[in-house]
C-alpha cells in the first residue's frame, strides 16, 4: 500500500459561473420561479450555514451529533479495520471527527463538497486533528455524475460513505431515488452508506427551526440573491425580499422561499426577470422521512438495511445501509 501525506491537492470538478448563470436564468424564467439549494452555499452561505447548525431551533445537527456519538463504535465494528471514507456534503466536517475517531486505522478521506472554500478550509482544520490521515477534497457537485479518485492503492479496507445532516431531504423523493442508485455505483458492492434522514415532526417545530427568531435562516436564504448580484452582476434589492418557511404536509417537507414585497424588474445581464408582488422563489425543500419509508427507498435503489437508531424523542434517524451484493 502507497502512503500518502495530509490534504492532497484538491480535485476540482466544481460548475463554474456559465453553468451557475444558465441555472439562475432557467430557474428565474420557470413558473413558478425555483432555484437549487446547492446555489445557497458559497463561503459566506457555509458560514452561516454553520451558525444555523449552533441556533437553539435548529435541533437535526445536536440530535445527530448524540445518535453518532452512541453509535460510532457499532458503524467502527461493521466498517472493519483501514476504511475509506467519502462524506457528501461535508460542511464543517464537524461530524466525521466521530467517526474518524471511532474506526480502526482509517485509510483515507475524501470529503466531497461544492463550497470550495469552505471545504480546504475544513480539511486543513481536520488534518490538524488528525495528521495521519489522507485527506483528498473534492469540490464537485453531487448531483451530477463525476468519477472518484483512485483510492484502490491507498485504501485496503470497506469504503464508507457518508451523508449526515439530512441533506439528503433537499431532494425529491425521485432525485433521492436517482442518487442513491448513482451512490451505490460509486461506493460499489459491500460498501456501507451512512445516511442521517430527518423525522416528520410538529409543524412548528420545523417552521421554528426553518426560520429562527435570530434571523439567521433568513440571512443565509437572503445570501442567494447578494450571491447572484455579485457573482451575475445582477441588481436585486435584499430589501423587497423576505424569506419564508412553508410546511407542506401533502408533501412532507418544508420549503424555503424568497418572496418579493413588491411588484419588480431585475436586472440579470442580458435579461430582466419580472416578480409580482408576493411572488416567491423556491429555495430549497427539506423532506422528512419516517424509517419505513426511506428504508422502503434504500431497498428500492440498491441498499440494504443493516441498522437504523434514532434519539430517544424520535427527532432525527441514522441509517446504517449495505450496498447489496
Ligand atoms: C445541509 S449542509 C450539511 C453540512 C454537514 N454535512 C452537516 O451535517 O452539518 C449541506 C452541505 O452540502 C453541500 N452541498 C449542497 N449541495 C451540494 C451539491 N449539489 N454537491 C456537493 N455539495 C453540496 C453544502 O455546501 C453543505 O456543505
Not at 441556533?55 to 483501514?82: F, K, N, S, V
Not at 478550509?121 to 483512485?150: E, G, K, R
Not at 411572488?279 to 419505513?292: F, G, V
Request: with cysteine; aromatic share 8%.
Amino acid at each position: 500500500m502507497k502512503a500518502i501525506q495530509a490534504v492532497q491537492r484538491i480535485h476540482d470538478l466544481a460548475p463554474g459561473v456559465e453553468a451557475f448563470h444558465e441555472a439562475v436564468i432557467a430557474g428565474l424564467s420557470a413558473v413558478p420561479k425555483t432555484l437549487s439549494c446547492k446555489f445557497l452555499y458559497d463561503a459566506t452561505g457555509s458560514r452561516l450555514f454553520d451558525r444555523i447548525c449552533t441556533l437553539p431551533a435548529y435541533y437535526p445537527t445536536r440530535t445527530e451529533w448524540g445518535i453518532l456519538r452512541a453509535h460510532a463504535r457499532d458503524i467502527a465494528a461493521a466498517a472493519g479495520p483501514a476504511a475509506g471514507l467519502i462524506e457528501f456534503g461535508s460542511g464543517a466536517g464537524h461530524k466525521i471527527r466521530l467517526l474518524l475517531a471511532a474506526l480502526r486505522d482509517p485509510a483515507l478521506y475524501i470529503p466531497i463538497d461544492i463550497s470550495r472554500t469552505h471545504l480546504l478550509a475544513s480539511a486543513q482544520t481536520l488534518s490538524a486533528a488528525f495528521p495521519q490521515l489522507p485527506i483528498v477534497p473534492v469540490c464537485a457537485d453531487y448531483t451530477q455524475s463525476f468519477v472518484l479518485p483512485d483510492m484502490r492503492n491507498y485504501c485496503p479496507g470497506r469504503l464508507v460513505g457518508f451523508f449526515p445532516g439530512s441533506t439528503i431531504g433537499n431532494f425529491t423523493p425521485e432525485e433521492m431515488n436517482e442518487f442513491l442508485r448513482r451512490t451505490a455505483q460509486l461506493l460499489g458492492e459491500g460498501a456501507l452508506f451512512i445516511v442521517g434522514v430527518d423525522l416528520p415532526k410538529a409543524k412548528a417545530v420545523l417552521e421554528a427551526a426553518y426560520d429562527d427568531p435570530q434571523g439567521v435562516t433568513a440571512a443565509f436564504n437572503l445570501n442567494l440573491l447578494r450571491r447572484i448580484n455579485r457573482e451575475l452582476k445582477a441588481d436585486f434589492d435584499l430589501a423587497t425580499f423576505r424569506h419564508e418557511a412553508r410546511w407542506d404536509a401533502a408533501a412532507g417537507r418544508i420549503e424555503m422561499h424568497l418572496t418579493s414585497q413588491i411588484e419588480q424588474m431585475v436586472s440579470i445581464a442580458p435579461h430582466r426577470i419580472h416578480f409580482r408582488r408576493g411572488e416567491t422563489i423556491h429555495t430549497e425543500n427539506s423532506h422528512k422521512y419516517d424509517l419505513e419509508t426511506f428504508m422502503n427507498h434504500a431497498e428500492a435503489t440498491g441498499y440494504k438495511s443493516l441498522a437504523s437508531w434514532t434519539d430517544t424523542q424520535r427527532l432525527f434517524a441514522l441509517h446504517m445501509l449495505e450496498v447489496k451484493r
